[in-house]
């Protein structure tokens, strides 16, 4: 089993990303998929979560508005698009697989907002 995310990098604020996160090694359309991120020194956190068929989505307050989740199960990937980014945004992003009992993470990738 493998996630991998992709997509990281460095932007200013104001500027946008897309996080790709691909899946191996399970049946990527029967779980539901996640981003989290941790900054350094906090604890990590749930930011967007997309169901199954991704016909439900949830976001957290600290990014509803400017951030998207959407997948592709035809390309066992799922995506963050995030606009609008800000220096609080700065964070390991890490995409998580759940189907109970199993769940998954990826290594993560780093998003820096800096001027």
């Known amino acids: 089993v493998q996630l991998v995310e992709s997509g990281g990098g460095l932007v200013q604020p104001g500027g946008s990303l897309r996080l790709a996160c691909l899946g191996s090694g399970f049946t990527f359309s029967s779980f539901t998929m996640s981003w989290h991120r941790q900054a350094p020194g906090k604890a990590r956190q749930l930011v967007a979560s997309i169901s199954s068929g991704g016909g439900n989505t949830n976001f957290a307050d600290s990014v509803k508005g400017r951030f998207t989740i959407s997948r592709d199960n035809t390309q066992n990937t799922v995506y963050l698009q995030m606009n609008s980014l800000k220096p609080e945004d700065t964070a390991v992003y890490f995409c998580?697989?759940?189907?109970?009992?199993?769940?998954?993470w990826g290594q993560g990738t780093q998003v820096t907002v800096s001027s």
């Open positions: 998580k697989a759940i189907f109970l009992p199993n769940v998954y």
